[in-house]
Structures are given as structure tokens and as C-alpha cells.
T-cell receptor, first 114, second 109 residues
């Protein structure tokens, strides 16, 4: 069974440029998460989807970050414009619905903003 | 106070040692508890869920104390391959998973 797929794996951009990350969750997983992880820290939630609905985006910096999951499967996270402080690993995870179920993570996208 | 706190680490232990990690959480309504393992430059992966009665999986034992809002992970007979960061994760039904900052373990030959 395929795991969570993310692309790209690495991205280097200059500040003020836009960037987008893509995630394909495990088939049948209705819940999708985007996390940000800084070095030496645990993942921090940016947004959680149940199917195509964003049920928690309270931690998403909406002035520059946006996300979508139009058909309830794949998701895209966008930053525009990127700032130096956005350099981090962006992790996508999915789980079966129902609360408290194991999350499966993708390999992440390592973003470097110069 | 952060919602989930862990021992700051790093822990450097010799092979064969027993090591224990501690985690505390602030939300008394939390219902599900997990330990995840994260290797360097890799994604987190579930190590084990933590049940109220405590649970064991080979060399790994997890304990939960709801009254003290405390979770622990014990690793016996440490192996070199146990070197990783261990993340404590807490979930309240219908809400989000909250990750602790992680505790890094290095098992030395």
C-alpha cells in the first residue's frame, strides 16, 4: 500500500517568491493534516481537513498561507510571499476518520528561503 | 506553559542501558496518547499507543497516569538502532494531535 506522497522533497527559493507543496494521502483516509516542523521541535499543526472541509485552520497564517483540498483527496499548501522565517520542513499526514487514529506522515518538503 | 512538555534531552546512553522518557500534558480532557519516533531527517512514525492500563511491546513499555497528566516511555536493553527523537503526542477526540518538542536519544557503542 502506498504511503503519503509529498512533492517536492526539497525547495530553495528567494524571499518574497511564492511556493507550493503538494500532498497525496493514503487511499481512503478522510483526514489530512499539514504541519510545520522547525529544527529541534515537534510538528506544529497548520491546518486539518475532514474530506474537503478545513475543520481547523486557526494556526494557519492566513495573510500569506493558503491551502486547498478541492476533491477531498490531494491537497496543496501555498505560501505567498515567502519570508526567511518560513524555512522549515512541511509535513503532510493522513488518518482514517474517527478521532484519535494513527497518523501516517509523508516524507516532508524541506523549504529553504534565502 | 506548553500543552505537551518532554524531557529536554539529549540522552546519551551505552548499548544495553535502560532509559526512560517523561512527558506531561496540560489538557485534562485529552483522551488518546502516543509515542512517535523520528529518525534524523525523516518523518515521524508511530512507535506505540499508550493505554490507561499501560502497555508493552518488546523492549518498550508505555505508562499513562491520568491523575498526574503524565506519560512515560521505558526502553530496555537499548540498541544502536534506537537512536532517534521520541515525540510524545496527545489528542482530544474531535480536536487536533498536539506534539511535544521531542527528546533525542543517542545509544553509544
Amino acid at each position: 500500500e502506498a504511503g503519503v506522497v509529498q512533492s517536492p522533497r526539497y525547495k530553495i527559493i528567494e524571499k518574497k517568491q511564492p511556493v507550493a507543496f503538494w500532498c497525496n494521502p493514503i487511499s481512503g483516509h478522510n483526514t489530512l493534516y499539514w504541519y510545520l516542523q522547525n529544527l529541534g521541535q515537534g510538528p506544529e499543526l497548520l491546518i486539518r481537513y475532514e474530506n474537503e472541509e478545513a475543520v481547523d485552520d486557526s494556526q494557519l497564517p492566513k495573510d500569506r498561507f493558503s491551502a486547498e483540498r478541492l476533491k477531498g483527496v490531494d491537497s496543496t499548501l501555498k505560501i505567498q510571499p515567502a519570508e526567511l522565517g518560513d524555512s522549515a520542513v512541511y509535513l503532510c499526514a493522513s488518518s482514517a476518520s474517527g478521532g484519535g487514529n494513527e497518523q501516517f506522515f509523508g516524507p516532508g518538503t524541506r523549504l529553504t528561503v534565502l | 506553559r506548553k500543552e505537551v512538555e518532554q524531557d529536554p534531552g539529549p540522552f546519551n546512553v551505552p548499548e544495553g542501558a535502560t532509559v526512560a522518557f517523561n512527558c506531561t500534558y496540560s489538557n485534562s480532557a485529552s483522551q488518546s496518547f502516543f509515542w512517535y519516533r523520528q529518525d534524523c531527517r525523516k518523518e515521524p512514525k508511530l512507535l506505540m499507543s499508550v493505554y490507561s492500563s499501560g502497555n508493552e511491546d518488546g523492549r518498550f513499555t508505555a505508562q499513562l497516569n491520568r491523575a498526574s497528566q503524565y506519560i512515560s516511555l521505558l526502553i530496555r536493553d537499548s540498541k544502536l538502532s534506537d537512536s532517534a527523537t521520541y515525540l510524545c503526542v496527545v489528542n482530544t477526540y474531535g480536536q487536533n494531535f498536539v506534539f511535544g518538542p521531542g527528546t533525542r536519544l543517542s545509544v553509544l557503542p
